[in-house]
């Protein structure tokens, strides 16, 4: 009985560990190593009720992480504005006179626990380290 106790208790334990495994791509639990320092790799990760909700979320948090990382002071209700408009559209941040490029570089997607027929959507990122500096991203194509 003690027995299958214990394996009981491994196996609660080792769960989330297991489901992690499983499917998700190795971005998510390991960040890939930029080939040079003008740029480094950040996720996103939002929760929305629809795809575009989620990748909206995202994308904010993209920038605003991004700005806070080097020292933009962040107004966030004039970023809304600058999201709206370059959501469609190459990922560019024009703040403060700043230039901070952004480039999306993978996304894994599954289903919310939390929203009914929501999603989850995790969001890897380049970003330039440096605001007004001419970054250089490289291609990384491993997004399995």
């Known amino acids: 009985m ?23 791509p190795v971005w998510l639990k390991h960040l890939p190593k930029p080939n040079n320092d003008t740029y480094y790799y950040r996720v996103t990760k939002a929760e929305g009720h629809t795809y575009e909700e989620a990748y909206t979320k995202a994308f904010s948090m993209a920038i605003l992480e991004s700005q806070w990382k080097i020292g933009v002071k962040v107004n966030k209700s004039s970023n809304l504005q600058t999201i ?15 230039n901070l490029p952004l480039n999306k570089v993978c996304e894994y997607e599954k289903a919310s626990p939390n929203i009914a027929n929501g999603v989850v959507l995790y969001i890897l990122w380049q970003v330039a380290r440096y605001g007004n500096v001419k970054t250089e991203f490289e291609d990384y194509l491993d997004c399995e």
């Open 84 to 98: 709206e408009e370059t959501i469609t559209s190459d990922l560019n941040l024009q703040s403060s006179n700043m």
């Open 2 to 24: 003690k027995i299958r106790i214990v394996i009981i208790t491994i196996m609660v334990l080792l769960s989330p560990t297991i489901a992690w495994a499983i499917g998700e």
